[in-house]
Structure formats: structure tokens, C-alpha cells
């Protein structure tokens, strides 16, 4: 499976975006979903995941309250909705699929917050 994000851009201190990440494949449904990020000089953090049909889901606590993540199983999609947009929230983002077995990464999207 493949997986493709979008959305990213450069938006001001306390606006919003909506990533995207389309799988390749329609076994996309039964596995869980997550968004990471990367900032200069960082490590890749966790930000979000949800689980196969949605129902559950959990955040970094940095994001919790801003950030919502969804996904649409006939699209083969997981959004991430950013509100409320910081300069620390800048960074690459990676959706990633998670297998049993391994993480499957998406190519990242960059999140640029202006203050």
C-alpha cells in the first residue's frame, strides 16, 4: 500500500489547514491510521491516530482541542483538521498506516504557521 498526503501550506498564527492522505488500496479500512510530525532539528513526533472504523481515536497533548483526525473507509482517506494553528506546530507531516507487523509511511506535507 501507498500513501499520499496533502493539504499542507502556509498558513498564519491561529488559522487552520486540512491534511489529507489518500492509501492506494482498499484494505486501507482495516487498519489504524496516524499523523507525525518532524520539525528542524526534532525528532518525528506522534500527533494523532485512529483506529480502523473510526470509532476511537488519541492525540499528543500539544495538539488535543485543535487538532481532529477523521477518516472516510469509501475514500480511502484519513484528514488531519488543524484549528487553532502555532508557530510550534510548523513541521513536515506523515500519515502512516500501521500493520500488525510494520508502519507504512506517507511522504510528509509541510505545515508552515507565520507569526
Known amino acids: 500500500v501507498q500513501l499520499q498526503a496533502s493539504g499542507g501550506g502556509l498558513v498564519q498564527d491561529g488559522g487552520s489547514l486540512r491534511l489529507s492522505c489518500a492509501a492506494s488500496e482498499r484494505t486501507f479500512s482495516i487498519y489504524c491510521m496516524g499523523w507525525f510530525r518532524q520539525a528542524p532539528g526534532k525528532e518525528r513526533e506522534f500527533v494523532a491516530h485512529i483506529n480502523w472504523g473510526g470509532g476511537n481515536t488519541y492525540y499528543a497533548d500539544s495538539v488535543k482541542g485543535r487538532f481532529t483526525i477523521s477518516r472516510d473507509n469509501a475514500k480511502n482517506t484519513v484528514y488531519l483538521q488543524m484549528n487553532t494553528l502555532k508557530p510550534e506546530d510548523a513541521a513536515v507531516y506523515y500519515c502512516?498506516?500501521?500493520?500488525?507487523?510494520?508502519?507504512?509511511w506517507g511522504q510528509g506535507t509541510q505545515v508552515t504557521v507565520s507569526s
Open positions: 502512516a498506516l500501521h500493520t500488525t507487523t510494520t508502519i507504512v
